[in-house]
């Protein structure tokens, strides 16, 4: 019964393997010089410009919000793809009335500025 996940017990084993000796090695073999602007915190290569405690807008929360929410929602498009021909269709009508009310949330929020950075 067990054989069964041999391979798969084998492939886990290996990957864990390589991940913690990359990791022991390079805090081996790496160097261990510590100097001012290696302390920094890195920010895209460029140097920090503001201060990281600042408070971020209600706005970049809005638009995680609502990436989440979309994101999640399109997820949802990969099962009706899967099952397309056995919905027929009563489960297209379906789908274009759930993107039909995913496009008026969207206009909603288009319309009330709350994509706009500035």
Do not use: N
């Not at 807008?57 to 809005?62: D, I, M, P, Q």
């Amino acid at each position: 019964m067990l054989e069964q996940y041999a391979g798969a017990a084998i492939m886990f084993l290996m990957a864990m393997g390589i991940a913690c000796g990359m990791v022991a090695m390079t805090s081996i073999l790496g160097p261990k010089r510590e100097f001012a602007d290696k302390m920094e915190p890195f920010e895209c290569g460029e140097s920090q410009l503001v201060s990281p405690h600042q408070r971020f807008s209600v706005k970049f929360y809005l638009v995680a919000v609502l990436f989440v929410l979309f994101d999640i929602e399109a997820i949802f498009f990969f099962p009706w793809a899967i099952l397309f021909r056995r919905l027929g269709m009563f489960g297209f009508i379906e789908m274009l009335l759930f993107v039909f009310i995913l496009g008026i949330g969207l206009l909603y929020v288009w319309k009330r500025g709350g994509l706009d950075w500035e």
